[in-house]
Structures are given as C-alpha cells and as structure tokens.
C-alpha cells in the first residue's frame, strides 16, 4: 500500500517546454488535488477533483491544466513552462466532502530556467 | 472563497515549553479544521484536526481548540521537544461552492531549542 505516489521527484525545464506530473493513489479515494508551495505563501490549490471525470480550478491555475484519467490517477501539465512555476509541487487524495483527512504525496521538485 | 490567516510565521521556544499557533477563517460554513507538521523536505503529514461540532480535542501533548463564533482556532503544542521542530500549516475546509477543499494558512516554523 503505497498511498499517493508522484512523479518525477525532480525536474528541470527550459522556459517554454511543457512537462506532465503524475499522481497515483491506491487508497481508492474519489478526490484528488494539486497544490504547490512556495516560501512563506503556504499550499496553494491549484486544481481539484472531487470524483473520476470532473475537475475544479482552485487558487492559482492558470498556467496548468489536469486530467483525472481514472479513481487512481490524477495528472498535472504545465503546457509552456514559465520561472513563475519554479516551486514544490504536492498531489493529495482523500475522500470527497467535509470533514474527511487528505494525504499528501512526497511532493515533486520542479526548476524552470 | 475561504481565507485563513496563520500566525506567527515563525516561534521560537525552548524545549519543555509550550507553542501556540493560531489561525482565522473567513468562511462560517467551514466544518473541518486540520493540522499538518511538514519536516524539512518532507509531506505535510496530519497531525490533530477538529470538526466544527467539537470544542477542543487532545492528543497527548498536542491539543486543538476552536471557537466558532470568532472564527479562530490554536494549536497548542505542551512540553515540546527538539522533534517537535517544523513547519506547522492549519487549514479549513471551505463551504459553498467549495465544499470539500481545504484552504491552509501561510505556515509557523516552530524550532524548539535544546
């Protein structure tokens, strides 16, 4: 039982070249996030999923899209990598609704130059 | 949308202390308040979290109180020890249209001196 496995750990892109992150959970959770983090502005949410086949902007999308390809998986794509999307980036699930626990994923390391 | 306020940014204590982190929200029909500590390079793990029908919760030497007509809620850290050192990010589940996704404050890096 893994929990919410992320892909790649690190990486390193030229501005302008586009890149996807995968996210795995075996949890069987209905929703999924992505969240990155930058210092001193805390876990911003980039995008969410509340069940397989729908997706939500959160805080700060612009610049990525995601897919929601099945319960497991959850990716994000950054289509024309900018240095302003430089940061951690954090895949999470948990179980849809208020008052549910989300786990975090070990987090993927990411430098646009 | 949700908005939650987190401080101090940064507290320094020395071990055997208690720390106390707090945070606001702006969302009255939030439910669910969680904690995570994230160490150095590591996930936010959960730590303590508290729903909106409970005042208090403890777990050992950490507690959590909330106070829903102010909107705000702590963490209290008894008794720390170096371990304890990290960054700690409280967080609120969002109502409305939101339902469901959690908002988290800016983070308090806590080091807790020998």
């Known amino acids: 039982n893994a929990g919410v496995t992320q892909t790649p750990k690190f990486q390193v892109l030229k501005t302008g070249q586009s890149m996807t992150l995968q996210c795995a959970q075996d949890?069987?959770?209905?929703?999924m996030y992505w969240y990155r983090q930058d210092p001193g502005m805390g876990l911003r949410l980039i995008y969410y999923?509340?069940?397989?086949?729908?997706?939500d902007k959160g805080e700060v999308p612009n610049g990525y899209n995601v897919s929601r390809l099945n319960k497991r998986e959850f990716s994000l794509r950054l289509e024309s990598a900018a240095p302003s999307q430089t940061s951690v980036y954090f895949c999470?699930?948990?179980?849809?609704?208020?008052?549910?626990?989300?786990?975090f994923g070990e987090g993927s390391w990411l430098t646009v130059v | 949308g949700e908005n939650v306020e987190q401080h101090p940014s940064t507290l320094s204590v020395q071990e055997g202390d208690s720390a106390v982190i707090k945070c606001t929200y702006s969302?009255?029909?939030?439910?669910?308040f969680p904690w995570y500590k994230q160490e150095l390079g590591k996930r936010p793990q959960l730590i303590i979290d508290?729903?909106?029908?409970?005042g208090e919760k403890k777990d050992q030497r950490i507690a959590v109180t909330l106070n829903k007509t102010a909107k705000h809620f702590s963490l209290h850290i008894t008794e720390t020890q170096p371990e304890d050192s990290a960054v700690y990010f409280c967080?609120?589940?969002?109502?409305?249209?939101?339902?469901?996704?959690?908002?988290f404050g800016q983070g308090t890096i806590l080091t807790v001196h020998p």
């Open positions: 999470a699930s948990g179980w849809t609704g208020a008052g549910n626990t989300i786990y």
């Open positions: 949890m069987n959770h209905n929703s």
């Open positions: 999923s509340a069940s397989e086949g729908t997706t």
């Open positions: 969302d009255s029909a939030s439910n669910y």
């Open positions: 508290i729903r909106s029908n409970v």
């Open positions: 967080a609120a589940t969002a109502g409305g249209t939101s339902y469901g996704k959690l908002t």
